[in-house]
């Protein structure tokens, strides 16, 4: 009888976040009007696929037993620098493609450069990862100001938004499916169209499969584990520590940029502050996931059960009528017995079963 109680305090401590986001999902679908839809349930994927991808890059960082507080502003430089080159471009005659293309390029690999000071100052010259990455903070939102002088960056090119706000899918019941694009109608027919599957959240998929194979199923992954486990140990087996922290740093500064370039898919412009609000939200989902902030355990699927939990439990409030300052709240106790479970049941939740 004991054992058999003890294998299912397991698996609840295992899959906790998982069981608690069931429940918001079926309380929220229940009491909260009009929740309990595609529409709805797809505004979640979009609208938490950038904290996703903070999330993602703190996962790693986090696994090592570090931590990186510069990505919020990173990814706001990311905006700032993807827009301001696909503007200009399409304002020198580039065609409109190839402005978008270099422009999230340009986002994109603006990330190496905090990445790797990052990972420099850490792993080179064993600077607290917490004073690093505080300093990259300061750094990067400075940069994102200076390059963007204090504005959003607009005038963009006009189908940017096409990617950020498009669906795979869609469907109208007078036309039927159509693929990647609009069917033609008339204007009383576009409150009947229906999006399904959007193409932020299949970028996000993609990218997050790819990561999370890397994580779980090679020789880069567990390096990472074993870092994070015992970093002296690690140094004994061989491990080129220094090196390793310093790509999981620019990993961690590319995820970042890349929800960058997907803000600037959604919202067709480039700001500064993009991430500010989404930097502690990030941390807070790797922590809910099930990733310890001691270092050696965490994967991605956990710290996407993580994001999904803060999405719902925002969109959830608000179509409840309550105000948003619970929202706070709500995640602060959230993470509070994410770390309790860490602290007091980390046997239970991370041995394994016989």
């Not at 069981?19 to 529409?39: A, N, V």
């Not at 940029?257 to 807070?284: K, Q």
């Not at 105000?323 to 509070?336: K, L, R, S, T």
């Amino acid at each position: 009888m004991k054992s058999g109680l003890r294998r299912f305090l397991i698996r609840v401590g295992r899959n906790w976040a998982l069981l608690f986001l069931i429940l918001m999902l079926t309380y929220f679908s229940i009491f909260g009007l009009g929740f309990f839809s595609l529409k709805n349930y797809q505004n979640i994927l979009v609208a938490s696929t950038t904290t996703l991808m903070l999330a993602a890059g703190e996962t790693f960082v986090i696994i090592t037993g570090g931590i990186d507080l510069s990505v919020g502003y990173v990814m706001g430089a990311a905006t700032v620098i993807a827009a301001l080159v696909m503007r200009d471009l399409y304002n020198s005659g580039v065609s409109e493609s190839l402005s978008i293309l270099l422009g999230c390029l340009a986002g994109l690999f603006s990330g190496i450069i905090p990445g790797s000071i990052n990972g420099f100052l850490i792993a080179r010259l064993k600077v607290p990862p917490f004073i690093a990455t505080l300093g990259m903070f300061g750094v990067a939102h400075g940069a994102g100001l200076i390059l963007s002088g204090g504005f959003p960056v607009v005038n963009l090119p006009p189908s940017l938004g096409f990617i950020g706000n498009g669906y795979i899918f869609y469907y109208l019941p007078e036309k039927g499916f159509s693929f990647l694009q609009r069917p033609e109608m008339e204007r009383t027919e576009v409150r009947n169209l229906v999006g399904i599957i959007p193409i932020p959240a299949v970028i996000a998929a993609i990218v997050l499969i790819i990561f999370g194979f890397i994580l779980a199923q090679t020789r880069f992954g567990q390096h990472t584990y074993a870092i994070g486990g015992n970093v002296d140990a690690a140094l004994r087996a061989g491990i080129s520590v220094s090196r390793h922290l310093m790509i999981i740093y620019i990993i961690s500064s590319m995820f970042a940029a890349l929800g960058g370039v997907l803000y600037v898919l959604r919202f067709t412009t480039g700001s500064s502050l993009a991430g500010e609000a989404r930097m502690l939200d990030s941390i807070a989902a790797v922590v809910i996931g099930g990733a310890s902030l001691f270092g050696g355990t965490g994967n991605l699927k956990g710290t996407v059960i993580g994001t999904l939990i803060i999405a719902t439990l925002e969109t959830g409030l608000v179509i409840l009528g309550v105000q948003p300052f619970y929202q706070f709240f709500a995640v602060g106790i959230i993470i509070i017995i994410a770390v309790l479970i860490d602290q007091f049941f980390p046997e239970m939740i991370y041995e394994d079963e016989s």
